[in-house]
């Protein structure tokens, strides 16, 4: 098993601000994955972030709007980039597969206005 | 890509079992079938995880026929806080991370 901190948890930004999540596992993990869950939707993953190269983004989002960082193999921190209403969302960190059983951190609630 | 189908809600009076039904018609043959919880305001639970005929866990059963084209997600005696989205998920192809719509289970006292 594994333990996520995600902070913050919830935060009101004005729109065309930034925003970083951060992400902390308390253990040491290769692949870390990043997802979005707007209101009442599933979950759709954003990207997947390894340590020492680049994340990996799925199609429909590009790393201008959402830089990822992955220092160690403990920690990510995920950018939502110049915010419109429209990022209005959970993000969620997790790690391991989902299809192989992921752990989730309690999301960080963000409201763009 | 083993897209799942979930009915998007159900209803279920406490103590009773609730089963709720997942296709995957384009399952890999390597591809397991895992079922996450999801509570408001919190990510997604590892619930259970099965390939073929049954899984009992502390927590539900999962049954998966022979062809392994859907599965059921059995809840033993609901109770009110077993209200929550249950999603299906069927990896397909390498690195396939997809959850489905879900099932909103809302339990009634």
Redesign the interface.
């Known amino acids: 098993s594994a333990v996520?901190s995600q902070k913050p948890s919830r935060d009101i930004c004005q729109r065309g601000t930034s925003l970083t999540i951060q992400c902390q596992v308390d253990s040491q993990v290769t692949m870390m994955?990043w997802y979005r869950q707007q209101p009442g939707q599933?979950?759709?993953?954003i990207a997947?972030a390894n340590q020492g190269s680049e994340a990996t983004y799925e199609s429909g989002f590009v790393i201008d709007k959402f830089p990822i960082s992955r220092p160690n193999l403990t920690f990510s921190t995920l950018t939502v980039s110049n915010m419109s209403p429209e990022d209005s969302s959970i993000y969620?960190c997790?790690v391991g597969?989902?299809?192989?059983?992921?752990?989730?951190?309690?999301?960080t609630?963000l409201t763009v206005v | 890509l083993a897209k799942t189908t979930q009915p998007i809600s159900m209803d279920s009076y406490e103590g009773q079992e609730v089963n709720i039904t997942c296709s995957h018609n384009n399952i890999a043959t390597n591809?397991?079938i895992?079922w996450?919880q999801q509570f408001p305001?919190?990510?997604?639970?590892?619930i259970i995880?099965g390939y073929k005929t049954k899984v009992t866990n502390e927590v539900a059963s999962l049954f998966i026929p022979a062809d392994r084209k859907s599965s059921t997600l059995s809840l033993p005696r609901v109770s009110l806080s077993d209200t929550a989205v249950y999603?299906c998920?069927?990896?397909g192809g390498a690195?396939?991370?997809?959850?489905?719509?879900?099932t909103r289970l809302t339990v009634i006292p």
């Open positions: 996520i994955f599933s979950l759709t993953l997947t969620l997790s597969r989902p299809a192989e059983g992921a752990f989730f951190g309690q999301g609630r | 591809d397991y895992t996450y305001s919190q990510g997604p639970r590892f995880q999603y998920l069927a990896k690195n396939n991370l997809f959850f489905g719509t879900g």
